[in-house]
Each structure stands twice: as structure tokens, then as C-alpha cells.
């Protein structure tokens, strides 16, 4: 139930996990929203989706919670919801139900659920050009500014004055960083969504290219 000192419902969601079935919020990942739901009696849930370290260790709250029911997704993606008539304060109601190992999940929970599995299938099925395009002109963009290096290094050890051990430091020390911090940047990635890492990259790469011509003028005035 949401309370006033949660401040918005994904703080009332996680708060609510953590209070039912010991989810810890640091556990939690949350990865989308769905659209409310509204139950036969009235409430209306906001559900939110998040991903966990598994397995976990839950602890159920006996005062909320009788049992827990272990429900794989690959059953609700393969198997298709049964559609069942209630009767609720004397009006016929029809509702979806999902059986699995004897458990029945229905209602509105099963409806949350069921709405879930068409937003995962219709993601699948979707090819986003705009993505890829967008992912691939960024790692193009990347690596010209890597492969840049090379090409004015020359003129850097010229103007700089730098010897051939300085310059082979840069471009070593320029590999190594490029190989330890995309695999650091590619796990942070995975485990959180970063969508601004990827222009990020990009302008960072282009203010080091283009604040090179103004270390020359740096070094002259320092030696003036």
C-alpha cells in the first residue's frame, strides 16, 4: 500500500518486497513499469518489473504472506492462461487464470503477468534499426578516434619535442586503457542501463582530439 513517506510507487514496490518477502532494495534491479492494473475489489496496482540475484534467500513475512509460488517464465511464455467465470457480489466476472504444479495464479495478478509475456514477445519480434544504427555509429565514431592516434602522433613528438620512448608510452598507454576500461565499462553496462555512456564516449574522445593543438600552446607558453 502506498504511504506518503515513500514518495512515489517504485519506492511503495520495493518498500512492500522488502516487508513481505525480504527482498533487499539493493537487490533490486528495476528494469520497467507496467501499466496499472485494477483489481475486482477496487485497488489498483502499479507493478514493476526487477531482476534479482538467484537463487535468493527470501524471508516471507507470516503476517502478509502464506507461501511463496516459484513461477518459471518459460511456463507462461509456452502455455496459454485459462479463461474462467466468477461469480463477485452477485455479477458474473470472467477472468484469466494460470495453473502451474497444482498452484492457480489469477485475477489481477495473472493479467500483470500475462501483459509481461506480450510485452516480451512483441519486443523479440521487433528489429530496431534506430538502435543499431545508433549503437553502431558510436563504436564507428569510437574507434576512428582510437585509430586517430597513430596518425598524429608523428606530428605531437615534432611539435612537442617528445622522444621516441615518450611517444611509444602514449600509444602503449593508450591500448591499455582501451583494453581494461571496455571490459569495466561493458560489465557496468550489463548491470545497470547507462544509455548516456555511449554519447559520453563520444565526447570524450572528441575533446581530447580537439584540445590537442592547444598543448602545443600550452608547452610554448611554459617555456617562454
Not at 518459471?72 to 504444479?101: C, F, L, S
Not at 569510437?142 to 596518425?151: E, K, N, R
Request: proline share 4%.
Amino acid at each position: 500500500m502506498y504511504e506518503e513517506r515513500d514518495g512515489d510507487t517504485m519506492r511503495t514496490a520495493l518498500r512492500e518486497s522488502t516487508e513481505e518477502i525480504g527482498v533487499s532494495m539493493r537487490d533490486v534491479e528495476i528494469i520497467g513499469r507496467l501499466d496499472d492494473e485494477r483489481t475486482l475489489t477496487g485497488f489498483v496496482i502499479t507493478p514493476y518489473v526487477g531482476v534479482i540475484p538467484y537463487p535468493y534467500n527470501f524471508s516471507i513475512s507470516r503476517r502478509e504472506v502464506a507461501y511463496l509460488v516459484h513461477l518459471p517464465y518459460e511456463h507462461i511464455a509456452r502455455g496459454e492462461a485459462a479463461r474462467e467465470v466468477t461469480d463477485y457480489k452477485g455479477r458474473v466476472e470472467t477472468i484469466d487464470a494460470i495453473y502451474y504444479n497444482g498452484e492457480r495464479i489469477w485475477g489481477a495478478t495473472c493479467r500483470i503477468l500475462l501483459k509481461l509475456k506480450r510485452i516480451v514477445d512483441h519486443e523479440h519480434g521487433k528489429f530496431n534499426l534506430k538502435i543499431l544504427l545508433l549503437l553502431s555509429t558510436g563504436h564507428c565514431v569510437v574507434d576512428i578516434y582510437q585509430a586517430g592516434l597513430p596518425v598524429v602522433l608523428p606530428f605531437l613528438k615534432d611539435r612537442l619535442s617528445l622522444t621516441y620512448t615518450m611517444a611509444g608510452v602514449i600509444m602503449i598507454v593508450a591500448n591499455m586503457m582501451s583494453s581494461i576500461l571496455q571490459p569495466v565499462f561493458g560489465y557496468l553496462s550489463d548491470r545497470k542501463e547507462k544509455g548516456f555512456l555511449l554519447p559520453a564516449g563520444v565526447l570524450a574522445a572528441g575533446i581530447g582530439f580537439v584540445l590537442l593543438p592547444f598543448r602545443q600552446v600550452t608547452c610554448r607558453c611554459s617555456c617562454s
